[in-house]
C-alpha cells in the first residue's frame, strides 16, 4: 500500500546537499517525488529537475511542499529529520 510523506521547503532554510542527499535516497527506494509550488504541480524524474523546481519556486516565494508517495515512505520518513 502506498503511504504519503510531506514537508514544507522553505527558501530561508535551503541547503542544496541536504536536499540532494533526499532526493538520492527517494530514488534508492523507488518513490515518487513531488513538488508543490506556486499554482503547479510537477512530478520530479532526474536529480537535476529536482534542484531545478526547488529553486525555481523558491525563488518565485517563500515556500513549497514536497510530497513523497511510495512503499517505503515511513522508512524514508524515519531517516530524515528536517528543521
Not at 532526474?46 to 515512505?73: A, F, H, P, Y
Request: hydrophobic share 40%; glycine share 6%; net charge positive.
Amino acid at each position: 500500500m502506498k503511504t504519503i510523506f510531506s514537508f514544507k521547503v522553505y527558501a530561508s532554510a535551503f541547503r542544496v546537499k541536504q536536499m540532494i542527499r533526499f532526493y538520492r535516497y527517494c530514488e534508492k527506494l523507488g518513490q515518487d517525488v513531488y513538488i508543490y509550488g506556486k499554482n503547479q504541480v510537477k512530478q520530479i524524474h532526474k536529480r537535476s529537475d529536482w534542484l531545478t523546481v526547488l529553486i525555481e519556486n523558491l525563488s518565485r516565494g517563500d515556500e513549497c511542499l514536497v510530497v513523497v508517495k511510495g512503499n517505503k515512505v515511513g522508512q524514508l520518513s524515519k531517516s530524515f529529520a528536517f528543521s
